[in-house]
C-alpha cells in the first residue's frame, strides 16, 4: 500500500479494507506500507490502523520479497 496516492492514499484504503474485513466474511490478508515517509509517527499509524509492516523507499526487492515470503507462508499455512 503506498501512503501518499491520489484520490485514496493508502491510510483511508487501509482503513476502508480493515473495516470491510471486520463486516464481511473472514479473510486472510496482510497490508504492507511502502512509502517515503520515514518519521516513527507515519509508521506507528500505519501499524495501529491494520498494515503489518512499514517499507520505506526506495525498497530493495529482496527486502520485499522476504517480507511477502514470511506473511504468505503464514496464510498459506492457515
Do not use: R
Amino acid at each position: 500500500m503506498d501512503i501518499n496516492m491520489p484520490i485514496l492514499d493508502g491510510i483511508g484504503a487501509t482503513k476502508a479494507i480493515v473495516k470491510q474485513m471486520k463486516t464481511g466474511p473472514p479473510v486472510d490478508s496482510v497490508i504492507l506500507a511502502l512509502t517515503a515517509f520515514t518519521s516513527e509517527e507515519m509508521d506507528e499509524e500505519c501499524l495501529s490502523i491494520g498494515m503489518k509492516v512499514v517499507m520505506h523507499k526506495p525498497a530493495k526487492y529482496d527486502e520485499l520479497e522476504l517480507q511477502m515470503a514470511k506473511y504468505w507462508f503464514k496464510l498459506s499455512e492457515a
